[in-house]
Structures are given as structure tokens and as C-alpha cells.
């Protein structure tokens, strides 16, 4: 299978680092050439440490859930002759602590609303239906639990 790979970009410039007084703005890229900027969230790191603008990992990870379930269920509903014309998602990630006493996203909601174009429109059984197999097959909410490496680079030392 293929490898997905980002680039993940901070710098300190002149921040007080040692003070924990550095912004904590950094930069995605990805392969397609789109850049975001990224930043903890304010509810967990304090302006002005925190950019409120940029993206934050959490909400990334609840987007990332919405973006796969998505992407399923449009699959799905094309495959089964269902004519989509609007897909809108509202989803939540709930933060709390974890049955190891970890803060982590514990529940993601997605309330997608779904708008069916043509004569043939799916019964709310089809349509639930539709959500089960897309959540099933969504490569995101599959990797939840899976492992996560860290493999450091360090560079050789200058002295």
C-alpha cells in the first residue's frame, strides 16, 4: 500500500524558549503543495503561545474522520445509484481522559446531512445503512488504534 507522508515545520526565530514564551505556530505541507498553518489549540496552550486561526492537531484529527467518512459514503451511495447533491458535517471531537488517565479525543461525533438529487431516493434504513458500511470501511476511524512510532533523526553533533 502506499505511504502518506506530510512535513511538519517549526522554528523558534527569537522566542523565549527556556521561558515557555514561544509561539507554538507551525506549518503543515503536504504533497500536493498545500500548505496550513497549524498551532496548539487555545484550550490547551494560551494565547498568544497559541495562533486561534490556524488548525489545530485535535480538530485536525476530527476532520481527518469527517473527510474519510465522507468520502465512503459518496463511494457508496454512487455504487448503490444514489444521486448525491450535498453532503454537510458538523463533527465533534469531545476531549477527556482516558481509560489510562491520558487527555485524549475520547468520542468523535459526525452528523452528516445528506441530500439526495432525482426520483430514486434511499429510505432512512438505505441511508443508515449507507453510514454503517462507509464508517466500516473508513481507512481513518480503522487507524484509531493503531501504533505510533517515533524514529528521531539526530543530526551528528558540531563539536
Not at 23 to 31: E, N, Y
Request: with cysteine.
Amino acid at each position: 500500500m502506499a505511504d502518506h507522508v506530510a512535513h511538519v515545520l517549526w522554528q523558534r526565530g527569537d522566542e523565549d524558549f527556556l521561558g515557555n514564551r514561544y509561539s507554538r505556530r507551525h506549518l503543515w505541507r503536504f504533497d500536493g503543495g498545500v500548505e496550513i498553518t497549524a498551532s496548539s489549540s487555545p484550550h490547551v496552550v494560551p494565547l498568544p503561545m497559541s495562533d486561534p486561526a490556524a488548525v489545530d492537531p485535535e480538530e485536525a484529527f476530527v476532520a481527518s474522520l469527517a473527510s474519510c467518512h465522507l468520502l465512503w459514503f459518496l463511494s457508496i451511495a454512487a455504487g448503490r445509484s444514489f444521486c448525491v447533491d450535498r453532503y454537510v458535517d458538523n463533527p465533534v471531537g469531545s476531549m477527556a481522559r482516558n481509560a489510562d488517565g491520558k487527555l485524549a479525543i475520547t468520542v468523535v461525533t459526525l452528523r452528516p446531512e445528506v441530500i439526495f438529487a432525482g426520483d430514486r431516493q434511499p429510505s432512512r434504513d438505505e441511508v443508515e445503512q449507507m453510514h454503517h458500511q462507509a464508517h466500516q470501511e473508513c481507512f481513518i476511524a480503522n487507524s484509531v488504534k493503531s501504533e505510533v512510532r517515533c524514529e528521531p533523526v539526530i543530526p551528528p553533533s558540531s563539536g
